[in-house]
């Protein structure tokens, strides 16, 4: 039935680009089509025209444009064959790999015609079908109210869009509101941390399009086409923000003192407190692990705010892209006990230290030891726990330990002068304009000292810092009265909590991975969901600001722009399936999911690659478009016109590996006649039988190509591997298929490949 | 003090030659050091002697193979701090250990083994490892009441009820001797011997 | 937490124990007794060259080639789990294993000496024990049966300031199998108090060598007694009473060297030295000449532990 089809073929001088090599007349009388016809040029708006009153005129159902390549011009003669479905047009490139490839003009003319036919083969087993169109809802999801996801969502909600800002904890501000004094590398100084965030915090706190939610976490993640529905669990905060006005007489009669975890641990708090003086929102929280319930709170309410009963609250959510902001924790001292810091107070961290010079911090910004004196000499000891890859260690270098370092040196100088401070480095990594505060440090008379500490001891009222002077080549024992240490940055539990959730891969640090370090630095590996800040890897504040900002115009993008997807994704036959998940194990892309007991596709993410079909038993899976046929049938129609003695050899490309053999014609490079070229949606999709096919038909040679960087990348390889023990089972020559890799721009590489894959080939029908 | 280095040196082969060696563990470790000096700052050689683990790797990797003629190579204790913190996966203490496997193939490290030539003669000979009796002098000296106790060990491993007794079989003990024969052990010892001959 | 075998067993003996403290040896069977570890003793097991191999005169071949033989005869009783009394037996065992298994051309020399040389039947196959699975020291068994000692206490020790000397072979060389950590090794610590008792915990220089150095003692000894001192000096200062070893080497250089690092600080030592073997064997009730060997010790037993007093149950 298919056979009795009415195909009509245009082909495209393309100014002469064609027609100077291929013969068209000749091509012409090689077809055997219901319509065929000549045109100069067939993309210009005269073409709309020329075929819609073609189809017309000849009742054509399906059409082929031998002209360019589909990289180009696809979209264009898709929409010229209205009212046609544009899924049954098919381009033959007879130009970026035929005319521009080949000088020989007959051999060209006889390729082009092997094209031409499997284009007219493969349009017969078309079918009309309608592209999917993904719009996402404009509303998204901040997870993390740190300085990154303020940022994002503050971005975000002054474009107009819908933010909803989820933070674990009872305020937002996350790091940046604890680090007391923060630095800036243009001008050389500490600037207050506080009064940069705080402008922020209000601007996001008054913005209408941004819903904050604290004490708040996502619990659950589904995705379906575009649209994410979270499940968020709210734990209750004991006092009404709408009523507590924080004057703060609920803890003047709590008796409950517990140590300030806002603080370090340095300082207590009372079990109703307020996390820190702008927190927000602005009313205080019970910490219910350690409330006694004795009520003295809910009497002195004059608002009557407080109520010591509440259950977790489950909130749904609908978004349409996520953005990532759960943030980084500091390294666990205790994995590096020789340093001390469990056993001794004042042997503490830079973070601490943060807290005691900040005013307000437990000493109002005094650096005083625990004895309450200030220290003679300060050590501090650099990349502990980073760059470290002994057991619980980091191997990268925590990136901002180095100029934290230095700000709390000089930040020490300013106020006691008098207090030695003594850096003890391996590198110091101040790139950029660091490097001039670097500068500034030394002139502060802050001192430094190349090596790396193994210990720090006791020793009467003072500390042993043991360590190499790694320049004079001399083993010394420091007496210290203070030791920092600059704990490594590593990923947040909620950072590895919502990596779980959802489903986003993580490098092997445990950090949020992005999708491509150049291409897509700050989409992750799953579409719709962004990273930023320090979840991402250890970065400062300013990179970790600039990062949050860029999430928020590639949510835009995401979100704005709607996407057109292309119809040949994987289709679940609901009457066949058992909802036994196989497919959801085998799909490398994250696309299928269960919902409401069936097997969902996300469209935006399924390739059509149809690794699925293979764990399926009940064959209830199939790609749309009717794609093994449309293979089968584009291999019969090049095959069909070999003629005798010509070699020919069929090239199976996905659209990677076809833009680099476009590139090969666009740049007037050259490969033999034999090599036909066959555009598939996912190389994956050539199966075994198809290879058996072009071989049994008269292909001399199969070349696959694919992208290292395809997540099926190693799937095809092997597949492939397969296919040639089975010839070598067969009796046949393992040799007449290769697989290769696959680049955009080294299309010179593909070039020769494919040269010397004939060559081969020859040699192989030589013998 | 200067130096040159010639368009044809190549100084990282010693270093190759140490991962090669069969005894590393940590792969391509000593290439990765970036002298830090943690090693140092724990060492105990390097506490109370001129030995300095991070200097033996920087001269490893500056390719300066007189280093296997350094007597403080011999002052590492064995002790494996380095190894275990080393923030590189680097291990001193290994490279140390291949070091002197190298200076004893050049003969430059015999000296060192003289006094030890015991072991091989109790392990070779008997089958067990034993202090050498070389040094028993200095043990009854430093050890008020060691000689007379080891004149009692048999009476106390009875009182203990230990068996099997000490002496290892003769079955046992010539397959050992088999075995440090087929390894090379047993050449390599008759030419320390002979180099201790002359050497006296 | 790794889980640690206590049957299928070979203790494995050591040339240290059987001649310096036989105690040792003794204490570790009566206290695997009292556990119902299921362990055995080979007589066709040779030491493992340790004092040789850290003194340069074996090398690397020569100690894997005797390890292998010593291995086969451990799957040979059926008792694939060898199981060290002495730190260095433990390390040279674990990284011969590890080494056979991961270094191909190593493995293929030593097999191809044996098979031609009449020896095929000491060959090591690849894999043939696991250095994690199958190479342990008594310490990790007894930590596996850690919650069992408890109940089996007789004599309380609590009255004695106890610190804890990790043997650098134990901990160090194979850092990512130690339990109970590298960096502050507390492994021990975590045995004694099962016993009843508390250590003092971390000390200066807690995680340093003996000072034993292996050739230091003998032919450097001004460096080696030094580095002893040092950590001496560091239990000095704790007034420790007990110090609880698991090497005899190391127990050698404090046991018997005690009065000559005494005479070379100019002041007086007073801990004794017991393996944790002795000790939980002392807790548990083994007689001082029967199982703890006292006799084979240089700093008396009973100028500490001058009587015992039972725990209240």
Redesign the interface.
């Known amino acids: 039935m298919r056979d009795d089809l009415k195909v009509g073929v245009f082909l495209c001088e393309c100014g002469g680009n064609i027609s100077d090599t291929i013969d068209l007349d000749k091509v012409k009388e090689e077809l055997d089509v219901d319509f065929i016809g000549q045109f100069e040029n067939l993309c210009s708006l005269n073409g709309r025209k020329i075929i819609r009153d073609a189809i017309f005129d000849y009742d054509l159902d399906r059409v082929v444009v031998a002209a360019c390549s589909p990289i180009s011009h696809e979209k264009t003669f898709q929409d010229y064959v209205k009212p046609l479905n544009p899924y049954l047009m098919d381009m033959a490139n007879i130009r970026e790999q035929c005319s521009w490839v080949h000088d020989d003009s007959k051999k060209a003319t006889n390729k082009a015609i092997s094209l031409i036919n499997a284009s007219i083969e493969k349009v017969k087993q078309s079918d009309a079908v309608d592209p999917i169109y993904c719009q996402t809802p404009d509303e998204v999801a901040v997870i993390g109210g740190g300085i990154a996801g303020m940022n994002a969502a503050l971005s975000l909600a002054k474009q107009g869009t819908k933010v909803t800002l989820i933070e674990q904890s009872p305020s937002i501000g996350g790091h940046m509101a604890k680090i007391g004094k923060v630095f800036s590398p243009v001008k050389i100084a500490e600037e207050c941390g506080m009064c940069l965030l705080n402008p922020i915090l209000n601007e996001l706190v008054w913005n209408e399009n941004i819903k904050v939610l604290t004490n708040t976490k996502v619990i659950e993640a589904e995705r379906r086409a575009g649209t994410y529905n979270l499940i968020l669990e709210k734990s209750p905060r004991y006092v009404d923000e709408d009523k507590c006005i924080s004057c703060g007489k609920c803890a003047e009669v709590c008796e409950v003192e517990v140590p300030n975890d806002w603080n370090d641990n340095l300082s207590m708090r009372k079990a109703i407190y307020r996390p820190f003086g702008q927190s927000y929102p602005e009313s205080y929280v019970i910490d219910m692990d350690n409330c006694t319930k004795c009520s003295n709170c809910v009497k002195v309410c004059s608002m009557k705010a407080i109520k010591l009963r509440g259950k977790s609250e489950r909130i749904p959510l609908q978004v349409g892209s996520i953005v990532v902001a759960t943030g980084h924790k500091l390294f666990d001292m205790e994995k590096?006990?020789?340093y001390g810091y469990t056993?001794y107070d004042d042997v503490i961290t830079q973070s601490e230290l943060g807290r005691i010079t900040g005013v307000n911090g437990p000493t109002k910004g005094k650096l005083l030891k625990s004895n309450g004196e200030v220290p003679k000499r300060v050590v501090m000891i650099q990349c502990v726990g980073s760059r470290d890859e002994?057991?619980d260690g980091h191997k990268y270098c925590s990136k901002i330990c180095c100029t934290v370092a230095l700000k709390n040196a000089n930040i020490i100088k300013h106020k006691y002068p008098d207090t030695d401070v003594l850096i003890c480095y391996t590198d110091v990594r101040t790139p950029g304009m660091f490097e001039k505060y670097y500068k500034h440090t030394q002139e502060n008379e802050v001192r430094f000292l190349r090596g790396r500490p193994g210990e720090v001891?006791?020793?009467g009222d003072n500390f042993i810092v043991r360590t190499e002077d790694t320049i004079k080549g001399e083993f010394v024992e420091i007496e210290a009265d203070m030791v920092v240490l600059s704990t490594a940055m590593e990923p947040s539990k909620g950072t590895e909590e919502i990596a779980e959730i959802l489903n986003v891969g993580t490098t092997e640090d445990g950090f949020i991975k992005e999708s491509h370090p150049k291409i897509k630095p700050i989409a992750t590996d799953v579409q719709g969901i962004f990273v930023c800040g320090t979840a991402h890897e250890p970065k400062d504040i300013t990179d970790s600001i600039m990062q949050a900002t860029a999430a928020a115009s590639k949510v835009g993008e995401y979100n704005y722009g709607g996407v057109e997807i292309e119809p040949f994704i994987a289709e679940i036959d609901t009457e066949r399936c058992i909802v036994c998940g196989e497919c959801i194990a085998h799909c490398k892309y994250k696309s299928m999911s269960i919902h409401n007991d069936e097997i969902y596709i996300d469209p935006m993410s399924c390739t059509g690659c149809g690794k699925c079909l293979i764990g399926c038993e009940q064959r209830a899976i199939a790609i749309n478009g009717n794609i093994d046929e449309k293979i089968k049938a584009t291999i019969g129609g090049v095959l069909s016109k070999k003629q005798k003695g010509e070699r020919m050899i069929l090239v199976f490309l996905d659209n990677i590996g076809y833009t680099a053999a476009d590139n090969i014609g666009v740049n007037r490079l050259s490969y033999p006649e034999s090599i036909h070229i066959i555009k598939v949606i996912s190389v994956n999709r050539v199966t075994p039988k198809h290879i058996r096919y072009a071989l049994e038909n008269g292909a001399d040679g199969v070349f696959i190509g694919e992208f290292p960087g395809d997540l099926m990348y190693d799937e095809v390889e092997r597949k492939i591997q397969g296919v040639k023990n089975r010839l070598i089972e067969l009796d046949e020559d393992p040799e007449r298929i290769t697989f290769s890799k696959v680049y955009i721009p080294y299309f010179t590489g593909l070039a020769r490949k494919l040269t010397e894959f004939d060559r081969r080939i020859a040699e192989l029908d030589g013998k | 003090m200067s130096s040159q280095q010639k368009i044809s040196d190549s100084p990282i082969n010693f270093a190759e030659k140490i991962i090669e060696d069969?005894?590393n563990?940590k792969d391509e470790g000593v290439l990765k050091c970036v002298q830090c000096g943690m090693c140092t700052s724990?060492c105990?050689?390097a506490?109370?002697?001129d030995y300095n683990p991070r200097d033996i790797i920087e001269r490893v990797l500056e390719g300066d193979e007189s280093i296997l003629a350094d007597d403080n190579i011999?002052?590492?204790?064995?002790?494996?701090?380095c190894?275990?913190?080393c923030p590189v996966g680097n291990s001193v203490c290994e490279v140390n250990?291949i070091l002197?496997?190298m200076a004893?193939e050049n003969k430059i490290?015999y000296d060192?083994?003289y006094?030890?030539?015991g072991?091989?003669d109790s392990?070779f000979n008997a089958?067990?490892?034993?202090?050498?009796e070389i040094?028993f002098k200095?043990?009854d000296r430093?050890?008020?009441?060691?000689w007379d106790?080891?004149l009692?060990?048999d009476e106390?491993?009875n009182?203990?009820?230990?068996d099997?007794p000490?002496m290892?079989?003769k079955e046992?003990i010539d397959?050992?001797s088999?075995?440090?024969t087929?390894?090379?052990?047993k050449d390599k010892?008759e030419k320390i011997r002979a180099s201790q001959e002359d050497y006296k | 937490m790794k889980v640690v075998p206590d049957k299928d067993l070979l203790l494995f003996r050591s040339?240290?124990v059987?001649?310096e403290y036989?105690?040792v040896?003794?204490s570790t069977k009566f206290v695997f007794d009292k556990l119902g570890i299921d362990y055995e003793?080979s007589?066709?097991q040779?030491?493992?060259?340790?004092?040789?191999h850290?003194?340069?005169?074996?090398?690397?071949?020569?100690t894997s080639?005797?390890g292998a033989?010593n291995f086969r005869i451990a799957k040979d009783m059926g008792r694939p789990n060898l199981v060290m009394m002495c730190a260095t037996c433990y390390?040279i065992n674990k990284?011969s294993v590890?080494?056979l298994n991961k270094?191909d051309?190593?493995r293929n020399h030593?097999n191809q000496?044996?098979d031609?040389?009449g020896?095929s039947h000491?060959k090591y196959e690849k894999d043939d024990l696991k250095p994690t699975e199958n190479i342990y020291h008594v310490v990790d068994i007894l930590y596996g049966k850690k919650d069992e000692i408890k109940d089996k206490i007789k004599y309380d020790l609590s009255d004695y300031k106890i610190a804890t000397h990790h043997g650098?072979?134990y901990?160090?060389?194979h850092?990512?199998d130690t339990i109970g950590?590298?960096?502050?090794p507390n492994i021990m610590d975590e045995l004694i108090e099962e016993c009843g008792c508390k250590t003092i915990g971390?000390y200066?220089h807690k995680?340093?060598?003996c000072?034993?150095?292996?050739?230091?003692r003998?032919?450097?000894?001004d460096?080696?007694f030094?580095?002893t001192a040092?950590k001496m000096n560091a239990i000095g200062d704790e007034d420790v009473d007990i110090l609880v070893h698991l090497c005899p080497n190391c127990h050698i250089q404090f046991d018997?060297?005690q009065?000559?690092i005494a005479e070379r600080e100019g002041r007086n030592f007073k801990a004794i030295h017991l393996n944790i073997a002795q000790f939980i064997a002392l807790a548990m009730g083994g007689d001082f000449?029967?199982?703890i060997?006292v006799?084979?010790h240089?700093v008396p037993i009973d100028s500490i532990i001058k009587d015992l007093k039972e725990v209240k149950k």
């Open positions: 590096r006990p020789e056993r002994k057991p001891v006791r020793k | 069969v005894k563990s724990i105990p050689a506490r109370h002697s011999w002052n590492c204790f064995y002790c494996y701090t190894h275990s913190v250990q002197k496997q004893i490290g060192k083994l006094e030890y030539m072991f091989a392990y089958a067990i490892g034993a202090i050498p040094f200095d043990i430093d050890v008020p009441g060691w106790f080891r009692h060990l106390i491993r009182e203990l009820e230990l099997p000490l290892p079989s046992t397959e050992v088999k075995i440090l087929i390894t090379g052990f010892i | 040339c240290l059987s001649v036989p105690g040896e003794a003793i007589d066709k040779t030491c493992c060259t340790g004092l040789g850290y003194s340069d005169v074996f090398n690397q071949i020569d080639a005797i033989r390390a990284k590890k080494l270094k051309d190593l030593i000496l044996f031609e040389n020896l000491f650098c072979h901990c160090k060389v850092y990512e950590g590298v960096r502050d971390w200066d995680r340093a060598t000072g034993t150095g292996f050739r230091q003998y032919s450097n000894p460096l080696s030094t580095a040092d018997r060297y009065h000559l000449d029967k199982v060997g006799k084979a240089t």
